[in-house]
């Protein structure tokens, strides 16, 4: 994981003081994926926030048909997460795909 570019996307949006940044960084653990792996699944707990360093993931929902729903896609330097169980139901009704290799 390249610390500096993470710190660097958190300082675009609120101040940070020098001594924070190892306390952030410890709830961070870098993560390589493959194309087409699924890192959270529908009905499933979530409790992650996860940076996207490189690579692409998308949200989905699978249909009543069996077809699945993209809802939103996530590119490098984005912030991904199913916030609707992060915040407020433990479980989430979406699931979390990488579209590509991917380095979180």
């Not at 958190?10 to 993560?31: A, G, T, V, W």
């Not at 996860?50 to 048909?65: M, P, R, V």
Request: aromatic share 10%; glycine share 4%; net charge negative.
């Amino acid at each position: 994981m390249n610390a500096e570019r993470l710190i660097k996307n958190i300082q675009s949006k609120i101040n940070l003081e020098e001594s924070d940044i190892p306390k952030i960084l410890s709830f961070f653990e870098p993560l390589i994926v493959k194309r087409k792996k699924d890192l959270l699944l529908e009905n499933q707990y979530n409790g992650k926030l996860i940076f996207i360093e490189k690579g692409f993931l998308y949200t989905y929902k699978t249909l009543e048909n069996g077809e699945e729903q993209v809802i939103q896609f996530a590119k490098e330097t984005d912030w991904m997460s199913t916030l609707c169980s992060t915040l407020t139901d433990p479980k989430t009704p979406y699931g979390v795909r990488s579209l590509e290799d991917c380095e979180l």
